[in-house]
């Protein structure tokens, strides 16, 4: 009789053991299935480090003041690569001027000897001869009895490049134009160099 039990016992115990594995085995497996979330952390493989800041190549650190250049009757190629030089942008603004074969710059803002900050825009103008419609004419303004700075910008205003003689005037004071190469009110094309002629005094 105590062996009965005892081989009872014995088989209780291995069954329920046996049960609790599988029980075991049984979970483990539908938590893998179940695709809960892993509690591994990943590995940061750039060592922590934040990804680079792309540069961007237009914009210029610690830009200078940079003096505009003359160019005046230059290709577009060659402007291009003059300002490109001084670290410059360039605006293309093309135009019918008969005066100018196609490609050529008749006139610029900022004008010449001025001083920009690098990374600035220069506009230029291009004469384009296959542009259709007529060319547009500016007539030359009185400058007389104006003083130099009066006279360039007025003559800068209005699309004309600026030549420079200075001589003895009587009649006129020092700094004042007493003469210029074109007759009031002639109609030329837009770019001409206009010479305005400065008294130095009598």
Same mark, same amino acid.
């Given at each position: 009789?105590?062996?009965?039990?005892?081989?009872?016992?014995?088989?209780?115990?291995?069954?329920?053991?046996?049960?609790?594995?599988?029980?075991? *085995?049984?979970?483990?497996?539908?938590?893998?299935?179940?695709?809960?979330?892993?509690?591994?952390?990943? /590995?940061?493989?750039?060592?922590?480090?934040?990804?680079?800041?792309?540069?961007?190549?237009?914009?210029?650190?610690?830009?200078?003041?940079? *003096?505009?250049?003359?160019? $005046?009757?230059?290709?577009? *190629?060659?402007?291009?690569?003059?300002? /490109?030089?001084?670290?410059?942008?360039?605006?293309?603004?093309?135009?019918?001027?008969? /005066?100018?074969?196609?490609?050529?710059?008749?006139?610029?803002?900022? $004008?010449?000897?001025?001083?920009?900050?690098?990374?600035?825009?220069?506009?230029?103008?291009?004469?384009?001869?296959?542009?259709?419609?007529? *060319?547009?004419?500016?007539?030359?303004?009185?400058?007389?009895?104006?003083?130099?700075?009066?006279?360039?910008?007025?003559?800068?205003?209005?699309?004309?490049?600026?030549? $420079?003689?200075?001589?003895?005037?009587?009649? $006129?004071?020092?700094?004042?134009?007493?003469?210029?190469?074109?007759?009031?009110?002639?109609?030329?094309?837009?770019?001409?160099?206009?010479?305005?002629?400065?008294?130095?005094?009598?």
């Amino acid at each position: 009789m105590i062996l009965i039990l005892l081989v009872a016992t014995f088989f209780f115990v291995t069954g329920f053991l046996k049960y609790q594995n599988d029980l075991k *085995e049984t979970l483990a497996k539908e938590i893998g299935e179940s695709g809960l979330p892993s509690l591994e952390i990943p /590995s940061d493989e750039s060592g922590g480090e934040e990804d680079p800041v792309k540069e961007d190549p237009s914009v210029i650190e610690n830009p200078e003041r940079v *003096e505009m250049p003359d160019l $005046y009757e230059l290709t577009e *190629e060659e402007a291009e690569e003059l300002l /490109s030089e001084l670290k410059l942008k360039m605006e293309v603004l093309e135009e019918k001027n008969a /005066s100018f074969a196609t490609g050529v710059v008749f006139f610029q803002k900022p $004008y010449v000897e001025e001083k920009i900050l690098q990374g600035e825009t220069v506009r230029v103008y291009v004469s384009n001869q296959s542009l259709l419609g007529e *060319e547009e004419k500016v007539a030359v303004p009185m400058l007389i009895g104006l003083k130099e700075e009066e006279a360039v910008k007025e003559l800068r205003n209005l699309g004309f490049q600026v030549g $420079y003689e200075y001589n003895p005037a009587s009649g $006129y004071a020092e700094g004042v134009v007493y003469s210029q190469n074109y007759l009031v009110d002639s109609k030329v094309s837009k770019g001409t160099r206009i010479t305005i002629r400065v008294s130095t005094g009598s």
